[in-house]
């Protein structure tokens, strides 16, 4: 198979785009870009009791959040069914597959039969090679492939190695059901090659599937695709990934503050690695990617590392663009509402001044909201109980001292602040912190928060000064 490269992230809209089908998109969109390829995107929504348009959207969103963009328009597998009827029938014609009338009944007996001799249940071919004449005329008919009796059905596979499975144990298995509707077995196939699909990425729980679908492309005389099957992501405990551990939707990480470049590089290295480099951008991911150096065993799920690796990318983040991710997600915030309630031009412009100092202390956009509330708190503030302490502690005699000192400053520059309050902290023979956390409190009616000189010079002389005076009056 040569040309172009082209992968397909093929998710059902039944829920949100949860952490595993984020990193097989990214997978699939990683191997197309390094390739200089394309990554199409197939919505699988035959299961119409399980899909709804709100799940697709929240698919949409959540690759495009991620800056996982797919070539073309979404293709519903559910508009195509009448090519996949097609293709069945043409099979028929061929003489590789069948037709087969076998009632509900017959097939439970057949379940039952083998249960009871200790085989596993199997479809026993009893109109494999059955006259249509003999046909009952009150029974529609499913289609059943013609799989091979013998030998074994091998899938090379880029991940796992060749994977060779019996032929006894595939049986001929139904392309489309007696209904009319296909399978999702032979959906895929037929939608796979139409679609020009060279290469497919997904989890390893579809590998039993791998060896069914490869004897539909042999029957249709179709190349079969390269596939690389991925082992799936465990909890930090080895065991199946739930919420608890993480498994939850892109949109819920969204919310969480993460940012998508940060969630990519995390989700790049669960299961494949370039040496030891940690942190990697888009632009190197596509460079270094190679679906060869995927890890056979399953990767763990670890919630403390993406939030290092988010801390890294937030300290170094651009000031403006990290004030515009916080305030993206202010209305998906738990108190979301206490900020842009208090949103105005001039809490953004201190946002961004205030950011240098904010990001240092933050692993996620939540946490870097929770730093600056200081900036969207109206007068007079509501000290929390340790600030409070601290205050009534002596802290406000210091502030006493301190005001007049700071109200005869002529600039407002943070380095003229910074003398200032060293100077005075000297003239009272006070440590530095002894004069710096009261005025933290009386400023932001809080413990902790970017230094004290940040805070004064992005506050503005005004609302400096008149905070310090609320706390004493």
Request: charged letters at 30%; a negative charge.
């Amino acid at each position: 198979m040569s040309g172009e490269i082209i992968t397909r992230f093929a998710p059902s809209p039944t829920g949100f785009l949860h952490i595993g089908g984020a990193r097989t998109a990214l997978f699939n969109w990683l191997h197309a870009k390094h390739a200089g390829g394309k990554m199409l995107l197939r919505i699988e929504d035959t299961d119409r009791s399980r899909n709804s348009p709100e799940a697709v959207k929240a698919i949409l969103d959540g690759l495009t959040w991620m800056g996982l963009t797919w070539d073309g328009e979404p293709i519903s597998q559910f508009e195509r069914a009448d090519r996949h009827r097609q293709v069945a029938e043409e099979l028929v014609d061929l003489g590789k597959a069948y037709h087969c009338y076998a009632t509900p009944e017959e097939l439970t007996e057949m379940r039952e039969l083998a249960r009871a001799e200790g085989r596993p249940p199997r479809y026993d071919g009893r109109w494999r090679d059955r006259d249509a004449a003999d046909a009952p005329k009150d029974v529609s008919p499913a289609i059943r492939i013609k799989a091979p009796l013998e030998g074994a059905t091998v899938v090379a596979d880029r991940v796992q190695g060749d994977v060779s499975f019996p032929n006894a144990d595939l049986d001929d298995f139904i392309i489309l059901r007696s209904d009319g509707n296909p399978t999702y077995m032979h959906a895929v196939v037929v939608d796979d090659h139409d679609m020009g699909v060279t290469d497919i990425i997904r989890g390893d729980d579809h590998l039993t599937n791998a060896a069914r679908q490869t004897i539909i492309y042999q029957a249709m005389g179709w190349p079969v695709p390269r596939i690389a099957h991925i082992p799936l992501i465990h909890g930090p405990d080895g065991g199946k990934l739930s919420k608890r551990h993480g498994a939850l939707g892109a949109e819920a990480y969204r919310a969480m503050g993460y940012l998508p470049e940060a969630l990519c590089n995390y989700l790049a290295r669960l299961g494949w690695s370039h040496g030891d480099d940690e942190i990697m951008s888009m632009e190197q991911m596509i460079e270094w990617f190679d679906i060869a150096d995927v890890n056979k065993g399953a990767a763990r799920f670890d919630i403390k590392k993406l939030e290092a690796i988010n801390g890294h990318y937030i300290r170094h983040g651009d000031d403006q663009m990290l004030t515009d991710a916080m305030l993206a997600i202010l209305p998906e915030m738990e108190n979301g509402a206490y900020f842009s309630e208090r949103l105005d031009d001039r809490t953004r412009r201190n946002l961004v001044a205030a950011m240098p100092g904010l990001k240092e202390r933050a692993k996620t956009l939540v946490e870097l909201a929770d730093g600056a509330r200081f900036l969207f708190a109206r007068r007079p503030l509501e000290n929390e109980e340790k600030a409070e302490k601290i205050l009534a502690d002596g802290g406000r005699e210091v502030l006493t001292a301190l005001l007049p000192q700071l109200e005869a400053l002529t600039e407002w520059q943070i380095a003229v602040i910074e003398e200032c309050i060293r100077n005075f902290a000297d003239s009272q023979d006070l440590k530095l912190g002894k004069v710096a956390q009261p005025l933290r409190a009386a400023l932001t009616g809080r413990t902790t928060s970017p230094g004290v000189f940040d805070v004064l010079a992005v506050l503005g002389r005004d609302e400096a000064l008149g905070r310090i005076g609320d706390q004493l009056n």
